[in-house]
Nanobody, 126 residues
Framework: QVHMVESGGDSVQAGGSLRLSCTYT?????MAWFRQAPGKEREAVAG????????YYADSVEGRFTISQDNAKNTLYLQMNELSTEDTGMYYC??????????????????????WGQGTQVTVSP
């Protein structure tokens, strides 16, 4: 079972950038970033299939956010540019640590992942 810890969340002005990091402790097959704003359900932001390597993005962030991985450092990243107030929320790192059910669910469904970090807060002010 992977243990994951997110970091990098902060308060920034609209138009600014942040880079989130997520460290993990075991082999991963699929990873993603989710976010949740107050009163809203958890929303998939970006996903990563390890092999073959594929990336996925929500329409609302495509072109502004980039998901990447440094497996040698056991770290997942989310580079966030051109931030807007609508990007405010708690950001969570998610991972699937077993290949058995690799493609059982679509990338944007929380059920596709069996390990979650504690979250890191991103607040974007106007």
């Amino acid at each position: 079972q992977v243990h994951m810890v997110e970091s990098g969340g902060d308060s920034v002005q609209a138009g600014g950038s942040l880079r989130l990091s997520c460290t993990y402790t075991s082999t991963v097959y699929r990873m993603a970033w989710f976010r949740q704003a107050p009163g809203k359900e958890r929303e998939a932001v970006a996903g990563l299939l390890i092999s073959p390597r594929e990336t996925y993005y929500a329409d609302s962030v495509e072109g502004r956010f980039t998901i990447s991985q440094d497996n040698a450092k056991n770290t997942l990243y989310l580079q966030m540019n051109e931030l807007s107030t609508e990007d405010t929320g708690m950001y969570y790192c998610a991972a699937l640590t077993s290949g058995e059910g690799l493609l059982r669910y679509g990338w944007a469904r929380p059920a596709a992942y069996n390990s979650w970090g504690q979250g890191t807060q991103v607040t974007v002010s106007p």
